[in-house]
C-alpha cells in the first residue's frame, strides 16, 4: 500500500470509530433481497412491497432503464417495453435515456427521475425529466421536462424527494452541484444553491476498501424529513451533513442570498451516496468509505453505526419502506468487474 493510502486509511479508521459510539453494539441483522449481474442505482418500495429498480445507462450496453422486480425475481420492463426503448433517432421527451433514481411517495405513486446523460457524456436535448407513475394502472400521469436553464449541458440530476402535501418535488443535480426545487401543480422549478460551498464536492479523496479514488461529485444524496420541515443533502465527494429548512425553497420569491443563509451545516457524518428517514424518525446514510449504514438523530446530532457487511460494496440508494424495513441497492460502483453480484439488501432498524 503506497504511504498516501496507508494514511488515508489510518484517518478513515480514526474517523469510523469517532463517528461510532460503540461501532460494532447492536449491528441489525441484514436480508438479501435480489440479485443481478447488471449495476443498479435506484430501488423503491411501494406500499404493497413492489419492489422497483433503474439501471442508469452508462455503457453502450442495452437492457431496462426501469423494472418491477417480481417474486422470483424477474425484471419487467416498467412502466412499459416502449419507454424502456431508446435511441438516438426517437424522441427524447418519450422514452427514459438515462434512469438514475426511482422513489415511491406517501400517495403511493412512482417517481422516476431521468436526467438523460447516457454514458456521462452531457445530456440529450429534450431529455431530462421527472414521471409520475399511477403504480394502479401503469400509466404515466405526469411529465416534468427540465430546460438547459434548470438542468445545463453537463448537470446530472441524481436524486429526488416528493413533499405530496405541499406539492413540490426536491431534486440533485450532481454534475454541476445545485438543487432544484419544483412546484409541480405549476410545473415551475427553479434551480438554487449552484454557488454555495454545501452542494460542491469537498476537496478530499474517498478511500474505499483500500483503495483511493479522486472523484468530483457534487450533492448527490438527499432527504425530506417526516414532517417536510428540512431538506437534508450532502455531496457524495464529501463528508458533510447539511440541510435548509424547506418554506424558504417553496417560496420561488425569496432571494438566492437569503436562502443561503438558511442552509446548517450539521456536521461530520462520512462520504454517502444516498440518505433516507426510517419510521423511527433517525436519518440513514450509506457509507461507501466503510462498507456500512449509519444512522443520524437530528435531535441529538448523534451518529452510528447500523449495519457493516462485507456484502455492502458500495451501498448506493435508501428506500423506506411501510412495514419499517429499510431497503438499499449494492452499486460496486469502485469496482470496473465486481466478483460478486449486484444486491438489495433490507435491513429493520
Same mark, same amino acid.
Given at each position: 500500500?503506497?504511504?498516501?493510502?496507508?494514511?488515508?486509511?489510518?484517518?478513515?479508521?480514526?474517523?469510523?470509530?469517532?463517528?461510532?459510539?460503540?461501532?460494532?453494539?447492536?449491528?441489525?441483522?441484514?436480508?438479501?433481497?435480489?440479485?443481478?449481474?447488471?449495476?443498479?442505482?435506484?430501488?423503491?418500495?411501494?406500499?404493497?412491497?413492489?419492489?422497483?429498480?433503474?439501471?442508469?445507462?452508462?455503457?453502450?450496453?442495452?437492457?431496462?432503464?426501469?423494472?418491477?422486480?417480481?417474486?422470483?425475481?424477474?425484471?419487467?420492463?416498467?412502466?412499459?417495453?416502449?419507454?424502456?426503448?431508446?435511441?438516438?433517432?426517437?424522441?427524447?421527451?418519450?422514452?427514459?435515456?438515462?434512469?438514475?433514481?426511482?422513489?415511491?411517495?406517501?400517495?403511493?405513486?412512482?417517481?422516476?427521475?431521468?436526467?438523460?446523460?447516457?454514458?456521462?457524456?452531457?445530456?440529450?436535448?429534450?431529455?431530462?425529466? =421527472? /414521471?409520475?407513475? *399511477?403504480?394502479?394502472? !401503469? @400509466?404515466?400521469? %405526469?411529465? $416534468?421536462?427540465?430546460?438547459? #436553464? &434548470?438542468?445545463? +449541458?453537463?448537470?446530472?440530476?441524481?436524486?429526488?424527494?416528493?413533499?405530496?402535501?405541499?406539492?413540490?418535488?426536491?431534486?440533485?443535480?450532481?454534475?454541476?452541484?445545485? =438543487? /432544484?426545487?419544483? *412546484?409541480?401543480?405549476? !410545473? @415551475?422549478?427553479? %434551480?438554487? $444553491?449552484?454557488?454555495?460551498? #454545501? &452542494?460542491?464536492? +469537498?476537496?478530499?479523496?474517498?478511500?474505499?476498501?483500500?483503495?483511493?479514488?479522486?472523484?468530483?461529485?457534487?450533492?448527490?444524496?438527499?432527504?425530506?424529513?417526516?414532517?417536510?420541515?428540512?431538506?437534508?443533502?450532502?455531496?457524495?465527494?464529501?463528508?458533510?451533513?447539511?440541510?435548509?429548512?424547506?418554506?424558504?425553497?417553496?417560496?420561488?420569491?425569496?432571494?438566492?442570498?437569503?436562502?443561503?443563509?438558511?442552509?446548517?451545516?450539521?456536521?461530520?457524518?462520512?462520504?454517502?451516496?444516498?440518505?433516507?428517514?426510517?419510521?423511527?424518525?433517525?436519518?440513514?446514510?450509506?457509507?461507501?468509505?466503510?462498507?456500512?449504514?449509519?444512522?443520524?438523530?437530528?435531535?441529538?446530532?448523534?451518529?452510528?453505526?447500523?449495519?457493516?457487511?462485507?456484502?455492502?460494496?458500495?451501498?448506493?440508494?435508501?428506500?423506506?419502506?411501510?412495514?419499517?424495513?429499510?431497503?438499499?441497492?449494492?452499486?460496486?460502483?469502485?469496482?470496473?468487474?465486481?466478483?460478486?453480484?449486484?444486491?438489495?439488501?433490507?435491513?429493520?432498524?
Amino acid at each position: 500500500m503506497k504511504r498516501s493510502a496507508f494514511y488515508s486509511v489510518l484517518v478513515l479508521i480514526i474517523l469510523f470509530f469517532m463517528l461510532s459510539s460503540d461501532a460494532f453494539a447492536n449491528l441489525v441483522k441484514l436480508e438479501v433481497v435480489a440479485e443481478s449481474e447488471t449495476l443498479w442505482t435506484g430501488v423503491a418500495v411501494s406500499e404493497r412491497g413492489r419492489i422497483f429498480v433503474n439501471f442508469p445507462r452508462w455503457t453502450e450496453k442495452k437492457g431496462i432503464s426501469v423494472a418491477e422486480i417480481t417474486a422470483t425475481g424477474d425484471l419487467i420492463p416498467y412502466p412499459d417495453k416502449e419507454w424502456n426503448l431508446w435511441k438516438p433517432d426517437l424522441p427524447a421527451s418519450d422514452h427514459l435515456i438515462c434512469v438514475q433514481t426511482v422513489y415511491v411517495d406517501r400517495e403511493n405513486y412512482l417517481w422516476i427521475l431521468d436526467p438523460a446523460s447516457p454514458r456521462l457524456e452531457g445530456i440529450v436535448q429534450g431529455g431530462p425529466k =421527472l /414521471l409520475k407513475i *399511477d403504480l394502479k394502472t !401503469g @400509466q404515466v400521469i %405526469r411529465k $416534468l421536462s427540465f430546460d438547459i #436553464s &434548470t438542468a445545463p +449541458e453537463q448537470s446530472y440530476l441524481n436524486d429526488v424527494r416528493i413533499d405530496t402535501e405541499k406539492g413540490f418535488a426536491y431534486i440533485t443535480d450532481s454534475g454541476l452541484g445545485a =438543487l /432544484l426545487v419544483v *412546484d409541480i401543480e405549476k !410545473g @415551475q422549478t427553479r %434551480r438554487i $444553491l449552484d454557488d454555495h460551498p #454545501s &452542494t460542491k464536492a +469537498e476537496d478530499i479523496t474517498l478511500v474505499i476498501e483500500g483503495s483511493e479514488f479522486d472523484l468530483e461529485i457534487h450533492v448527490d444524496g438527499l432527504a425530506l424529513d417526516p414532517k417536510g420541515e428540512y431538506l437534508y443533502y450532502q455531496s457524495l465527494s464529501g463528508r458533510t451533513l447539511y440541510r435548509v429548512p424547506t418554506d424558504v425553497l417553496r417560496d420561488f420569491s425569496v432571494s438566492p442570498e437569503m436562502i443561503e443563509r438558511r442552509v446548517q451545516k450539521l456536521g461530520i457524518t462520512g462520504a454517502a451516496d444516498g440518505m433516507e428517514f426510517g419510521m423511527d424518525g433517525k436519518l440513514y446514510l450509506t457509507s461507501i468509505e466503510f462498507n456500512a449504514i449509519r444512522s443520524y438523530d437530528p435531535v441529538t446530532g448523534k451518529t452510528e453505526v447500523v449495519a457493516w457487511d462485507g456484502m455492502i460494496k458500495w451501498p448506493d440508494t435508501l428506500s423506506a419502506a411501510r412495514d419499517g424495513y429499510i431497503y438499499f441497492t449494492v452499486s460496486q460502483l469502485h469496482q470496473d468487474n465486481p466478483d460478486d453480484p449486484y444486491r438489495i439488501l433490507r435491513f429493520k432498524p
